[in-house]
């Protein structure tokens, strides 16, 4: 009897036990998203045009959807759907706003060089000399609201998804993201240096 209880319980902690892994994946786009709403009035890249599709195309592609469908009947598709991180929460809508309102005052700051996007993600002024004298205490400001306001950003993300121990990687996925989504001619931190997009 005592076999089976002992048995019985390490098979019910093995079933409790999940590993719940952060979703690297679905942070990148979320912070992508974010941060080109942020950026809203950056000038969109023209798309290429695309040359129009023969009737050969349409048939292999209508092909390859019907074999889709048949592989799909036959094997039913895994039931894990890709991880998918929430942003939506008054919290971070509130954020976002926030920010969106205020890169229109930080947007001339980064052409001019006056401030930077650090390898921790957050901003710093660069080169205060470069800011008229009159400019440099709200230059000062506004990069200290951007940064406590991205800092509550990561945590609201993480706590919106139930899982505030993730702020940490989420600031992580959003430093990365902000270098990579920085227009041309703004500065980044790099190995400790400054470098220019």
């Not at 048939?59 to 598709?77: E, F, G, H, R, W």
């Not at 991880?83 to 229109?104: G, N, V, W, Y």
């Not at 990365?176 to 001619?185: L, P, Y």
């Amino acid at each position: 009897m005592k076999k089976f209880s002992l048995l019985g319980m390490l098979m019910l902690t093995a079933c409790v036990t999940i590993n719940i892994y952060f979703p690297a994946a679905a942070a990148e786009k979320v912070a992508d998203e974010i941060i080109k709403d942020i950026q809203s009035n950056v000038p969109q890249k023209p798309q290429p045009k695309l040359e129009p599709k023969s009737e050969r195309s349409d048939m292999q592609t209508s092909l390859y959807k019907l074999i889709d469908q048949v592989i799909n009947i036959a094997i039913s598709p895994a039931q894990a759907a890709e991880a998918d991180l929430s942003i939506d929460s008054p919290e971070i809508r509130q954020l976002t706003a926030s920010m969106e309102k205020r890169f229109s005052s930080l947007q001339s700051f980064y052409a001019a060089g006056a401030i930077g996007i650090k390898a921790d993600g957050l901003l710093a002024v660069k080169d205060a000399a470069s800011v008229p004298l009159k400019d440099r205490n709200q230059v000062n400001k506004l990069v200290a609201a951007e940064n406590a306001d991205r800092q509550a950003l990561y945590q609201a993300i993480a706590n919106a998804n139930g899982h505030p121990e993730w702020a940490t990687q989420i600031k992580s996925t959003f430093a990365a993201r902000w270098i990579s989504n920085a227009q041309s001619g703004w500065w980044y931190q790099s190995s400790g240096t400054w470098k220019q997009k």
